[in-house]
């Protein structure tokens, strides 16, 4: 029964993660690869992808602290951040991503910072909604677990 209404909370958790546009069709795909004999796998890689941006937004935020910004510096830790974006689905970072490398190509130092900003928020609001799905997950499988035994 509490899995039943966990599941039905991270079904609902998901769904208005679609619905906002913080996810789009990759993330669906990454789900279905998780199976029985891969029951971590989403978990996994949605935690390595929060570690891999929390790695790149510190870098980017030193490069544009810069007296003199390095514009291809900040565009390839960007790409990186837009291409590890769009593996695991995250669709507002990713677009805004899109914004960021446009300002980056220009050398606009002020709309490199605002941009940064925005791909910072998306990623922190994305994130904490992660934070509670992959609560939510562990709850199911210690539940399951406990079942079994």
Known sequence: MAATALREQLNGLVNSMFAEGLLDQQFQQLQMLQ???????VAEVVTLFCEDSERILTE??????QAVVDYSKVDAY????????SSVGAQN???????FRQFCEEN??????????????EYCHLRSK????????????????????
């Open 93 to 99: 970072v990713k677009l805004a991503c899109i914004q």
């Open 35 to 41: 199976d029985g004999s891969t029951p971590g796998f």
């Open 108 to 121: 606009n130092k002020e709309g490199c910072v605002r941009a940064l900003n925005v791909v910072k928020h």
């Open 130 to 149: 992660f934070e509670t799905m992959l609560q939510l997950e562990s709850r199911i499988q210690a539940y399951e677990n406990k079942q079994q035994n």
């Open 60 to 65: 980017l935020t030193k490069l544009m602290d």
């Open 78 to 85: 960007v790409h990186q951040l837009k291409g590890s974006s």
